[in-house]
C-alpha cells in the first residue's frame, strides 16, 4: 500500500538512494532539501530546507512517517575544536531535525501509527579520536530519539541508524584513494566499506510495518565495528 513520506534532505548518499527505493514502491514523498529543484523537474513535491538556518516548512494534511538525513563530519584535535564547531554540529544534526519534527508533528499524529527515522554515527557508542563534535551531536540525537519514543507512543515509533563509515560523497575525503578504501575497510569486522543502498534498506524496513515492534532503537550498520573483535 502507497504511503505518505517526508524526506529531509535526500539529494546523495544514503538520502538519495532512499529516495529511489521509495519512489520504486510507489510512495508519495514530500522533500525539503537545500536543492528542491532537483526534485520538482522529476515532478515530487520538494522545499527549500537549510538545516543551518531552518525557515518555515508546510507539511501535507498527514504523513505516515519522516527521515532526517543531514550530517557532518567534523574531524579535528581536541584542541583546534572551535565553539563554533560544535555549534554547527548540533546545529544541522540536533537542531534541524528538531525543527523538521515539530513542524511535521501534526501531521504524523493525523495519520496513525507512524514512523520516524534519524540518523546518528558510531562515534557516539565508540570512543574515536578527533571526532569529539560530531560524536557529541550524535549522542544528543540518540537521547532526543529514546525520549521521543517514549513520549510519543503508542502512535509514533521513534528509531536511529548510526552506521560506520559509509560511501557517500560527504565521506569522500576519507576514501579518495585506494589506499585509504582498503584501510577503512581492513577497520571493520565484515571487510568492507558501507554502501548506501544496504543503509537505505534499513531505513525502508524502519518506515515499514515489518518495524511496527520497534521504537526507541538505536540499529548499526556499522560491519560489526561497534560490537565485533576479531583476534589474528
Same mark, same amino acid.
Given at each position: 500500500?502507497?504511503? =505518505?513520506?517526508?524526506? &529531509? /534532505?535526500? $539529494?546523495?548518499? +544514503?538520502?538519495?538512494?532512499? !529516495? ?13 532539501? =537545500?536543492?528542491?529543484?532537483?526534485? $520538482?523537474?522529476?515532478? &515530487? @513535491? ?16 498527514s504523513l505516515d512517517g519522516l527521515v532526517y538525513f543531514p550530517g557532518s563530519i567534523t574531524l579535528?584535535?581536541?584542541? =583546534? ?14 537542531? /534541524? ?5 515539530? @513542524? ?11 514512523? !520516524?527515522?534519524?540518523?546518528?554515527? &558510531? ?31 503508542? &502512535? +509514533? #515509533? !521513534?528509531?536511529? +541508524? ?16 585506494? $589506499?585509504? #578504501? ?20 534499513? !531505513? ?6 515489518? @518495524?511496527?515492534?520497534? $521504537?526507541?532503537? +538505536?540499529?548499526?550498520?556499522? /560491519?560489526?565495528? @561497534? ?6
Open positions: 500500500m502507497s504511503k =505518505r513520506f517526508a524526506l &529531509i /534532505g535526500g $539529494t546523495s548518499g +544514503i538520502g538519495a538512494a532512499t !529516495v529511489e527505493k521509495l519512489l520504486g514502491e510507489g510512495h508519495e514523498l514530500h522533500i525539503a532539501c =537545500r536543492n528542491p529543484e532537483q526534485f $520538482t523537474t522529476r515532478g &515530487i @513535491s520538494a522545499q527549500s530546507f537549510d538545516a543551518c538556518a531552518p525557515a518555515p516548512l508546510q507539511w501535507p494534511e579535528k584535535p581536541f584542541h =583546534r575544536l572551535s565553539a563554533e564547531d560544535f555549534a554547527r554540529d548540533l546545529q544541522i544534526n540536533l537542531l /534541524g531535525a528538531v525543527h523538521a519534527l515539530q @513542524s511535521a508533528l501534526p501531521a504524523l499524529k493525523s495519520s496513525g501509527p507512524a514512523s !520516524v527515522v534519524l540518523f546518528s554515527s &558510531i562515534a557516539a557508542a565508540q570512543g574515536m579520536p578527533f571526532h569529539a563534535s560530531i560524536a557529541a551531536a550524535k549522542a544528543a540525537v540518540e537521547g532526543l530519539a529514546k525520549s521521543l519514543a517514549a513520549e510519543f507512543a503508542p &502512535i +509514533i #515509533r !521513534v528509531n536511529v +541508524i548510526a552506521p560506520s563509515l559509509t560511501d557517500t560523497p560527504m565521506a569522500q575525503s576519507l576514501l579518495s584513494d585506494e $589506499t585509504k #578504501r582498503t584501510a577503512a575497510a581492513k577497520r571493520h569486522p565484515l571487510q568492507q566499506v558501507g554502501q548506501p543502498a544496504d543503509v537505505a534498506d534499513l !531505513v525502508h524496513f524502519l518506515l515499514s510495518d515489518h @518495524s511496527r515492534f520497534l $521504537t526507541g532503537q +538505536i540499529l548499526r550498520p556499522d /560491519g560489526g565495528l @561497534s560490537s565485533v573483535r576479531l583476534f589474528s
